[in-house]
């Protein structure tokens, strides 16, 4: 990078946010995108532009106190960013896992300011969360520790503020206690205060499947205008959560055959092609661990450790995971085995090395902030649904997500035509996505 105004920046957030490797590693893939814009833009510096986009509004941290069944008390951390609000109220999901600290709530935040601007809806960027394990948690321990972390976090959110939905280690049932607690504690029904929410009380058709379906939708596209499909095309899925068990449904309904899903523990492989109704058995029903799978499927195998996964010969590669599950060797092994497109489901699945060498080795790629905003995007339908006080059928609301979709491969690749990248839909979507927010918040002066 040779932009003197961005090498600034870059050292001042880093200086300023200590140890945040996760925040630092999209810091570092969005702004080198964006130095051809910038250097077109000399009056961004004097504004302060990239000073402001990259230091979030508000961070907000907090105490959770929750009891077990045995009656001990435990204390998790809550977190909840308000990145930026340029073109709309906070917007984005809450993850609990062990591994969450402020850094990747900030990583995952400032993801969402571009992802949430490409979707073509009036959203801003937010995310939150906590280090809470839902794993081996009875019903009551998980509602406890909902109630308790919504008895902080209603003071910041709102329809018109800021609205969470899920991410991983939340789905529906968390959605459900943490609305149930918003409710008491206002007093009002404010349905659009968060998304995902389940079908009787204000959620949208197709919002469970709609990061799965859209990653496909957007993937669908990219092979389309290269000349390819998804048909007759070996898949290889990681993860067998939310985005991935739909991304193995849309996948294989658009003719492809994936032959693996994971855990955080291991890999499955199979051969015949996924079994998707018995995973969703095993992960959504029984909240079990994935090598069960193979009990039933003697044709399948199982492996410990998650990423070898990727050593598994394929087509496409669809990470739909966590961060940094793809990496130079992975990437490698993808290539090696005649790989031809990966797509990023999950937040930064790759590291920036991998993504480097899948765009150098000519594969055609597909970014975490496009290929998976096909979730954010429903939510902000929900919200829609929420405010008409109506409610679309599941082909409705499939269809505007398919447009979106479209419509975001379309952006993207022009954007990186535009600026002389054409086909890197990474610097695409970080160009489409930045030029809305910033105009936004250059006409809103320095707030
Ligand atoms: P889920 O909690 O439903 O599923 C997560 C899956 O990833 C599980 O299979 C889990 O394994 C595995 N996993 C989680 N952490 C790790 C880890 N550290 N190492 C290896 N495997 C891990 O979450 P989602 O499917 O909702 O989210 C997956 C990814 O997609 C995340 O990056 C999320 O940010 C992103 N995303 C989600 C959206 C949504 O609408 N839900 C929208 C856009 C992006 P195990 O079962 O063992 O825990
Ligand atoms: O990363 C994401 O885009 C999500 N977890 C979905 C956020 C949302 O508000 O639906």
Redo the contacts with the bound molecule.
């Keep these: 990078m040779k932009n003197e105004y961005l090498k600034r920046v870059i050292a001042e957030v880093e200086a300023r946010n200590e140890g945040e490797k996760e925040f630092f590693q999209t810091i570092h893939e969005v702004l080198e995108s964006l130095e051809p814009v910038v250097e077109q833009h000399p009056e961004y510096e004097k504004l302060g532009l990239i000073e402001r986009l990259t230091e979030p509004e508000r961070m907000i941290k907090f105490r959770v106190p929750w009891t077990d069944d045995e009656g001990k008390v435990h204390v998790n951390r809550g977190f909840r960013v308000q990145f930026n609000s340029a073109i709309g109220p906070y ?5 609990f896992h062990p591994s969450v600290k402020e850094g990747t709530i900030k990583f ?1 935040g400032f ?2 300011i571009f ?2 601007s490409l979707t073509g809806l009036p ?1 801003g960027g ?2 939150g969360g906590s280090d809470f394990d839902p794993k081996g948690k009875s019903d009551a321990e998980v509602m406890r520790f909902c109630q308790s972390y919504m008895t902080e976090l209603y003071k910041y959110v709102g329809q018109d503020v800021d ?6 280690g ?1 789905g529906a049932r968390e959605v459900g206690y943490l609305f149930g607690q918003f409710k008491r504690i206002t007093g009002a029904y404010e349905g659009g205060v968060i ?2 929410k389940g079908i009787p009380y204000g959620g949208s058709l197709a ?1 469970t499947e ?2 799965g379906f859209g990653v496909c939708y957007f993937t669908d596209a990219m092979l389309r205008d290269n000349g390819k499909s998804f048909e007759g095309k070996t898949v290889v899925i990681s993860g067998s959560g939310n985005v991935a068990t739909y991304a193995c449904v849309k996948a294989t309904e658009l003719g492809a055959k994936v032959v693996a899903l994971s855990d955080s523990n291991g890999y499955i492989h199979d051969p015949e092609g996924i079994d998707i109704e018995a995973i969703k058995e095993i992960k959504q029903v029984r909240r079990a661990r994935i090598k069960e799978y193979i009990a039933d499927h003697p044709k399948a195998t199982y492996t410990e450790g998650c990423r070898g996964i990727w050593t598994i010969p394929c087509d496409i590669a669809i990470p739909c995971a966590t961060q940094n599950e793809l990496d130079l060797d992975s990437a490698k092994a993808l290539v090696a085995n005649g790989c031809f497109a990966v797509s990023e489901g999950a ?1 930064m699945p790759c590291t920036n090395e991998a993504v480097a060498y899948l765009q150098a080795s000519g594969l055609l790629f597909a970014p ?1 902030k496009a290929a ?2 096909g ?6 339908l ?1 919200m829609s649904q929420n405010s008409m006080r109506y409610s679309w059928s599941f082909e409705e609301v499939d269809a505007k997500l398919k447009g979106i979709m479209e419509n975001i491969y379309k952006n993207a690749s022009s954007a990186a035509a535009e600026y002389g990248m054409a086909g890197n839909l990474v610097a695409g979507a970080n160009i489409a996505g930045f030029l809305k927010v910033a105009n936004a918040m250059i006409a809103q002066g320095i707030v």
Excluded: C, M, Y
Excluded at 91 to 95: A, H, I
Excluded at 375 to 380: E, R
């Design positions: 917007k984005g999901g809450l993850r995952l993801e969402q992802k949430n959203i937010g995310k609205v969470p939905a899920g991410d991983i939340v998304t995902g919002r709609a990061t937040n975490a998976n905003a979730g954010v995007a429903t939510s902000a929900e």
